[in-house]
């Protein structure tokens, strides 16, 4: 039966991919018709148990074929490390992008935001973040969010963070992960932020941007408002300035008329006294 067309399709063919397709619904531990020659009572296969063992035993001697340390080679324990002493690998910063053309702040995308995802607007200028701040030097976590799962929250371009953080956060969008490497001169610069951050060191965050909200004390609405009136106060500036120009010219013009009329009847008298003589 293992072999008849009516039940398996190509049965002479090595297709184990059909039991996560066509056969997805056997179960080579259960009595499935399919497998009544070689799946049940004395004809059961001795190989169904024998895989199921070897498959762990398998990988099992893969994973020990590697040598898995962490990056700084501390010993491994099974408590949560603190944020001073956790290791973090760094990635390469090789398809990073260059957000400020000197190199102070590089980006590089972790995870994508979704396609109809919000960034930081004029609106909704506070931003939540979860992070990992590194020092590039050492790999060393000097501080996170993700230890007590707590929100930093900010609002873009008040100057309460350093400065590489109100460059890459303009750019990024709700739900996005990016690896943000910031020069000293964007960062804490020459002085530093003793004991945690020396001076002059070159820091790398892994930022998620996890939500954008209005300034406080200022809804959605209210601010959206705001900004309506602020366009329709600048529209009436240019008008006004608009109409004060056409003003000009046309007075301008006016000026310009009269002394045209003027230069006619002067050179129409000087006309009529050469015909007299």
């Not at 056969?23 to 004395?42: A, C, I, M, N, Y």
């Not at 400065?163 to 610069?189: F, H, N, Q, S």
């Not at 930022?207 to 209005?214: F, I, S, T, W």
């Amino acid at each position: 039966m293992h072999r008849d067309p009516n039940v398996w399709v190509d049965p002479c063919l090595f297709q184990p991919e059909r039991f996560l397709t066509t056969h997805k619904h056997v179960d080579v531990r259960e009595q499935s018709f399919e497998l009544t020659p070689f799946g049940s009572g004395r004809r059961i296969c001795p190989g169904i148990s024998l895989a199921l063992q070897v498959t762990q035993l398998t990988l099992a001697h893969l994973l020990h074929a590697f040598d898995i340390t962490p990056p700084s080679d501390e010993p491994v324990s099974d408590s949560h490390p603190s944020p001073r002493t956790r290791q973090l690998k760094i990635a390469s910063m090789s398809d990073a992008i260059d957000l400020t053309g000197d190199g102070g702040v590089l980006k590089k995308v972790v995870r994508h935001a979704k396609p109809d995802a919000t960034g930081p607007t004029l609106d909704l200028p506070l931003v939540d973040v979860h992070y990992d701040g590194i020092l590039e030097e050492t790999g060393e976590v000097f501080d996170t969010t993700h230890e007590d799962n707590t929100i930093f929250s900010f609002e873009i371009g008040k100057g309460s963070v350093i400065k590489a953080w109100d460059v890459a956060l303009r750019t990024m969008k709700v739900g996005e992960i990016a690896k943000i490497t910031c020069k000293p001169e964007y960062a804490y610069g020459s002085a530093g932020s003793p004991p945690d951050i020396p001076p002059d060191a070159t820091l790398i965050f892994e930022v998620e941007l996890v939500a954008c909200n209005p300034r406080k004390g200022l809804s959605l609405g209210s601010a959206s408002d705001e900004r309506t009136r602020l366009e329709e106060l600048k529209k009436q500036r240019e008008l006004a300035a608009a109409t004060k120009e056409e003003e000009k010219k046309k007075r301008e013009d006016a000026k310009a008329a009269a002394a045209a009329r003027i230069q006619a009847k002067l050179d129409a008298k000087k006309g009529g006294k050469g015909k007299g003589k």
